[in-house]
């Protein structure tokens, strides 16, 4: 059901002659900025706990509540794309943005600091379905696939940059610097889309129910909390417990509502068509492989390996470069050749990516790791965006909102939950290998440890991989309903059947 009609009047905007460059640019440009800065501050966490004076426990916040702001916003985008135009949206998510990064940058104290960041990720939170929308809204379906290549290019490679980025930063300059490069690039984002961005959007102004809103922040928030929240406190610490069950009660309270409601926030009605369900659960099983190994790499680079944050993010480097490169390319294929071609063959070089994970060790060289993680990121490249395309081409127009912000949401989510069910695994793998070794407190023997608790957790993760292939041979082309394609698309194939 269309959510017109439980709310006000509806307005659709005519995209028969717009300009798709411009407005494509100055989306990406804020993406890339927006989501760069998620990982930016990883090798500058050492750096600010001595700047402020405060523990690991505490300036971990700076990463958790940025998760965490943006778990919780994602979900309630879906409600706010019908009732604000796509470039109110943009301007106000990169201007919040803007001014959280302002606050950041001059923080007198830790506390400032994080309002700073949180703020930045209410600007973030608010744009990334934004830019998933804008490209379903204003390319046809058989167009597609180049653009989400585009835009994976930025999901993908800006949060792998980071870390390398910031390494760079912090060898030169102090951690200000790290939000003080950004601000310009911010305001630059945000003249950019005062030129250019135009509206895209249906504003249906549907019924605003503050119980959903209420239910949904205390659900996903609760869950991400909980999950992000293990590696610190661990399984069995009472506020992880209580988080998690509060949240999964009230996720299972705010499902039930909006299968009730005529205009629900968040229409859990795009899980009726099949492929949107079935790119849904792929990608929540891919994103927790990927997010667990970008966490899990890292550690043993610098736990195992003994090197520098720098370093580890340089050997990370030519991996996320393929990534970049690759995500465009497999759009384009996926506009030529459906999603077959690339998903299931995607999905096994992540597969064989994880199972040589399992036998790298202490040893093992920089070509050799750096090898494998090409290899992995050169297959989720080839999965990633033809997945999510072919499942968001299923949906009629009106869903198009709704389906971007529960994938958003579920990235993040599962991200959280990956991430802590890995580290978890590798540390009671290195607990169980230390409990056998007659020197555990030796360097040698910890680092020793530590890889035999990453062959755990890539085990997991390579059986985790095999689902992901079973589902994977699932996805195929898809196409909307004929009577919710985007106007341009209609007027082109009015004037190809009168020719």
């Known amino acids: 059901m269309n959510a017109s009609s439980a709310g006000g009047s509806s307005t659709a905007p005519d995209l028969s002659n717009i300009k798709r ?5 100055t ?5 890339f900025i927006a989501i760069l800065n998620e990982t930016l501050l990883g090798n ?28 919780v916003l994602v979900p309630v985008t879906a409600l706010l794309q019908q009732w604000y135009t796509t470039r109110q949206m943009f301007i106000g998510a990169m201007s919040l943005f803007f001014v959280g990064t302002v606050i950041s940058a001059i923080a007198p104290e830790f506390g400032v600091l994080l309002v700073g960041r949180i703020i930045q990720a209410i600007g973030t939170g608010l744009m990334l379905p934004v830019l998933m929308n804008t490209i379903m809204a204003i390319f046809p379906p058989e167009k597609r696939g180049g653009a989400m290549g585009l835009i994976g290019l930025v999901i993908m490679a800006a949060p792998a940059i ?15 610097w790290l939000f003080i490069l950004v601000i310009p690039l911010a305001a630059l984002s945000i003249i950019f889309s005062f030129m250019f961005l135009k509206n895209v959007s249906d504003i249906t102004k549907p019924k605003v129910d503050i119980l959903s ?54 229409d859990l009605r795009a899980f009726k068509f099949p492929m949107f369900t079935i790119v849904t659960i792929l990608l929540f099983v891919l994103m927790m492989t990927l997010f667990s190994t970008m966490t899990l790499l890292p550690m043993f680079l610098q736990g195992a390996l003994l090197m520098t944050a720098f370093r580890s993010g340089l050997l990370m480097l030519p ?29 096994v070089i992540v597969a064989i990516s994880l199972w040589m994970f399992t036998g790298i060790d202490a040893s093992a060289s920089n070509g050799h790791i750096i090898f494998i993680h090409i290899l992995m990121m050169l297959g989720i490249s080839l999965v990633m965006m033809p ?67 990453i062959h755990d957790a890539f085990w997991i993760g390579l059986i985790v991989a095999i689902v992901a292939i079973i589902i994977g041979l699932f996805v195929k082309r898809t196409k909307p309903p004929e009577s919710d394609q985007p106007e341009g698309e209609k007027g082109e194939k009015q004037v190809s059947m009168s020719h």
Request: aromatic fraction near 8%; hydrophobic fraction near 45%.
């Open 213 to 266: 809103i209420l239910l949904s922040t205390i659900g996903f928030g609760g869950v991400v909390y909980g999950f992000s929240s293990t590696g610190e406190k661990g399984w069995s610490n009472e506020v992880v417990i209580t988080s998690i069950a509060i949240g999964a009660v009230a996720l299972i309270l705010f499902i039930w509502r909006q299968l009730r409601l005529e205009a629900p926030i968040l």
């Open 44 to 71: 500058a966490l050492p750096e600010l706990m001595k700047a402020f004076e405060v523990g690991p426990s505490t300036i971990q916040w700076l990463t958790t509540a940025y998760m965490l702001v943006v778990g």
């Open 319 to 347: 991996g996320s470069i393929v990534n970049g490169i690759m995500a465009p390319i497999s759009g384009l294929l996926f506009d030529k050749f459906g999603p077959r071609i690339l998903v299931t063959p995607g999905l």
């Open 162 to 176: 980071g870390p390398t980025l910031s390494g760079v930063i912090m060898d030169s300059l102090n951690w200000r």
């Open 21 to 25: 460059g411009p407005i494509i640019a």
């Open 27 to 31: 989306i990406i440009i804020g993406a």
């Open 387 to 453: 997945a999510q395309t072919s499942g968001l081409n299923q949906l009629p127009r009106h869903l198009y909102p709704h389906g971007t912000a529960i994938l958003n949401t579920l990235q993040q989510v599962s991200g959280a939950i990956g991430t802590a069910l890995f580290i978890s695994i590798m540390t009671n793998g290195t607990k169980d290998y230390l409990k056998t070794s007659s020197d555990p407190t030796s360097p040698t023997e910890q680092a020793h440890g530590m890889v035999a608790g």
